[in-house]
């Protein structure tokens, strides 16, 4: 079997070098970094073009767990996730899939969807409204 890019430049197996990029895209402090590098438009790496294959990999997985804690935060998923790398991935493939069944049943013409006459006349309830003498 021949050894992938960055198992021949960094002397370690990818396992390793995957596992450390993982680890190092969970924690809060690259968590924080990433944040405000996309609110303040600021570059997380002294190189602001021609990222290396380390960068971009660490970049992916800064974006994929930023993801999957927005998740947590909002609800769609338990924070169980994070207890195994193979949850992460599981839930994340699963996302990801059910993102695409969502563009596919969108309307081909960019309509909004029509919705009932129910929901375009919503009931109100007033709260200073005086009832009606019978």
Not at 74 to 80: A, F
């Amino acid at each position: 079997m021949r050894p992938s890019y960055l198992e021949s430049n960094f002397n370690c197996s990818g396992d390793i070098l995957i596992r450390g990029i993982r680890k190092l895209a969970k924690s809060s402090y690259w968590q924080t970094v990433f944040s405000y590098a996309k609110e303040l438009h600021f570059p997380m790496f002294n190189n602001v073009m021609d990222f290396s294959d380390l960068q971009i990999l660490l970049l992916n997985y800064i974006s994929f767990y930023s993801s999957l804690n927005l998740d947590v935060a909002i609800g769609d998923v338990t924070d169980i996730v994070f207890e195994n790398e193979l949850y992460e991935d599981a839930y994340m493939h699963y996302k990801q899939k059910v993102d695409k069944k969502k563009i596919a049943d969108r309307p081909k013409n960019n309509q909004p969807m029509q919705s009932s006459k129910e929901e375009n006349s919503p009931q109100v309830n007033w709260v200073f409204k005086k009832p009606k003498k019978v």
